[in-house]
């Protein structure tokens, strides 16, 4: 791998480290803002806020690369993370920090840029693979991202943003050193800088065969989200797991996706293609759903991970078919786009089924499973529509 793509793979990871990074010292963070020990919505307004600009500017982000280039805008990118930490570390009360891990989340969205990096520097072919290896390494700092939170956290519940933004600054250097500069970008059609969100999703859909895939894209993320929200509650319910066993599992489970996503994305590519290797990881990861909803024994939970893991292919395997839909003046624009429907689902999906969990949580905890399966279906459906595009001019490697 070429120095530049793994440094700005660094980058994708940083940026799901910093969603991450946050979860084991979120009480005691918002105790030391001040905030009393029912934290009501605040709770879920600081999740939430990440996301929530993740939302908004990851189409905004995405076309100021493509007018100026992806390496300045990673750089700014990363040294504005840096100062987002430095601000969360800090932050005197709650409407601070808010403002703070609001700041992070425009920043990080710089994962359309990463991806728009990689469409442009990767021939068509082999997207699936470099895909799958961004979705690794934002798995990878996933997993990362709780383990310096809750480490260092114990010593000070500050410290996790210290280095992270130590951590942030040492990537940006990595990538003024490795990324070349661009040379003056055409920007094609006039795109707006100040992208609306919905604007760009109107655009994106007008790209031959993309919506389709935007709707088995979304769908799929909004699945995803089943077992990010509901994971800890149905292994303490169902299997009567401990802390340490469902930290045991989700540990398991990251290392596991990353390595699929890393190893397994291209070559089921190459084999299937693209169309049918998005069908068969949705339907494996519905059977996995509709398994574990009938468990009762938690090795089940643990012996279905690699039908979940192969689930966890649609998505880079979507955004590779996407890629292809358009040429590099606009591909940070697109990536902007799905980066930002991601940021909806992560706004939206986890209040939805939280909410349905606990509605059904004493008669059948199982039902946000069978609910995710069955939206598989219209996933599926939206694939069956699908046209391939015209085939772009790809991109040197």
């Known amino acids: 791998m070429k120095p530049a793509l793994a440094a700005v793979l660094c980058t994708a990871a940083l940026d799901a480290m910093g969603v991450a990074l946050t979860l084991p010292v979120m009480p005691a963070l918002l105790a030391d803002a001040g905030l009393p ?18 939302f908004l500017f990851a189409p905004t982000v995405g076309a100021l690369s493509d007018r100026y280039g992806r390496r300045p805008v990673l750089l700014v990118s990363l040294l504005g993370q840096a100062l987002a930490y430095a601000a969360l570390t800090v932050a005197p009360g709650y409407a601070w920090l808010l403002c703070a891990r609001a700041l992070a989340g425009v920043f990080g969205a710089s994962t359309s840029v990463v991806s728009a990096y990689i469409a ?14 961004l ?55 006039a795109t707006p800088l100040l992208a609306n969100p919905l604007a760009s999703l ?39 797991w ?19 996503q890393g190893l397994l994305a291209g070559p089921l590519a190459a084999w299937l293609g693209e169309r049918r290797a998005v069908v068969v990881s949705m339907l494996s990861d519905a059977l996995a759903y509709v398994l574990i909803a009938l468990a009762f024994r938690g090795w089940a939970a643990f012996a279905l991970m690699p039908l979940f893991c192969v689930g966890g292919l649609a998505s880079p395997l979507l955004q590779s078919m996407m890629s292809a839909t358009t040429d590099d003046t606009q591909q940070g624009r697109l990536q902007g786009v799905l980066a930002s429907v991601g940021g909806l689902v992560s706004v939206v999906g986890p209040v939805l089924i939280s909410s349905a969990y606990f509605a059904w949580r004493a008669d059948c905890p199982g039902v946000v499973w069978y609910a995710g399966a069955a939206l598989y279906v219209v996933a599926l459906i939206a694939m069956a529509r699908w046209r391939a595009a015209p085939v772009q001019a790809s991109a040197a490697a």
């Open 37 to 54: 020990a029912v934290l009501g919505w605040r709770f879920g307004a600081f999740i939430g806020a990440y996301a929530l600009m993740q």
């Open 120 to 133: 442009d520097t990767t021939p068509a072919d082999e997207r699936a693979k470099r895909f799958g290896q």
């Open 135 to 189: 979705g690794a390494c934002m798995g990878l700092g996933f997993i990362v991202g709780p383990l310096i939170g809750g480490v260092l956290g114990e010593a000070g519940v500050r410290l996790p943003f210290v280095a992270a933004g130590v951590l942030a600054a040492i990537n940006a250097a990595w990538i003024m050193l490795t990324l070349r500069r661009e040379p003056a970008r055409d920007a094609g059609e």
């Open 202 to 240: 109107r655009w994106a859909r007008q790209l031959h065969g993309v919506a389709p895939c935007l709707v088995a894209f979304a769908i799929v993320c909004l699945v995803g989200e089943v077992g990010g929200t509901t994971w800890v509650l149905y292994g303490e319910d169902r299997f009567a």
């Open 242 to 260: 401990s802390s340490t066993m469902v930290g045991i599992s989700l540990a398991c489970f990251g290392v596991f996706h990353a390595l699929m």
